[in-house]
């Protein structure tokens, strides 16, 4: 019974990700044939961060949760930036270890301890454990969202020439709150105001915010295929990352969740969070401060790729 049980478990892991996958392929083989290009993924990803996953954060908190539910947020955060710090003091002593090079020693960091939560991690925690994991994906969104930027575009910087005196900005706060944030925090405020919203503003968050999950994936699969894996070489830097991302992350997280006595749930999500690839912006912020993008950018590709391994294999220990 114990082995039919694991089996329907891995099937049932399989099965999530496979329709993410299909997705993916999707995109990817549309951009192969000219359907998508460059200019394509930057109205996605637009689309996606300015307008659907806003209004999927309205329609789906309002309509799933109560101002009772939202009780656990406190702890809901905390365990993810503890986590986050943990693995982020640990990829430092790991840098001086296997003596990074300095032109990349901040990216090299940023990517092994923040995680790409939204464009991966929405669409694949609804596969696998449906829309109540949605308020747990937005708990580790918030705490990876203010790490990044402020201690991950600041340890970026670093590896440049640029004036890097603060970790605080104006620029930092406008970063910070991006719109799927103030989406979040719009329906958090409305909740715990008892505030309904007409049923036809409803009605065009849903409909609007259920592109979230399809055009995050074609995203995916168009930069996939945007990247150049012939000019790949598998090195320590490489190594170390992979490392960060489907061991160090996950694990520490789930201690975590297990010392602070997390309901089932919220630690599942939280250890599938901490599993994905490395954060998309990494690649734009380091284009744009002029450090290592290609390193970035192919860490993007190889660890979307390796993603779609570890998950299912995640998900069937997690039981």
Known sequence: ??????????????????????????????????????????????MVVNISLPLYMISNLMNTFSKESLSQAGIGIIVPFISMIICYLISIFIAKIINVKPERKGTFQCMFFLSNTIFIGLPINLALFGEKSIIYVLYY???NTILFWTLG?????????????????????????????????????????????????????????????????????IVIYSINLKNFKFDKDVFWVLIGRFLVAPLITYIFSLVFSLPSLMKNVFV?????????????????????????????????IASLIFIPIYRFLLG
């Open 141 to 143: 969104y918030f705490s």
């Open 153 to 221: 575009v600041y340890i970026i910087k670093k590896d440049t020439k640029i004036d890097n005196k603060s970790i605080f900005s104006i620029n930092t706060l406008k970063s910070i709150f991006t719109p799927p944030l103030i989406g979040f925090v719009i329906a958090i405020i409305l909740i715990l105001l008892n505030i309904s919203l007409p049923k036809f503003i409803m009605d065009t968050c849903k409909y609007i915010g259920n592109l979230t999950t399809p055009l995050s994936m074609l995203f995916i699969g």
């Open 272 to 304: 599938i969070q901490a599993s994905l690839p490395v954060m998309a912006n990494t690649a734009i912020v380091t284009k744009e401060y002029d450090a290592d993008y290609e390193y970035a950018a192919m860490m993007i590709a190889v660890t979307t």
């Open 1 to 46: 019974m114990k082995k039919c049980g694991d089996k329907m478990i891995l099937l049932d892991a399989i099965q999530g990700v496979l329709s993410v996958i299909i997705i993916i392929g999707i995109g990817y083989i549309l951009s192969y044939k000219g359907w998508f290009d460059e200019s394509t993924s930057k109205l996605f990803s637009k």
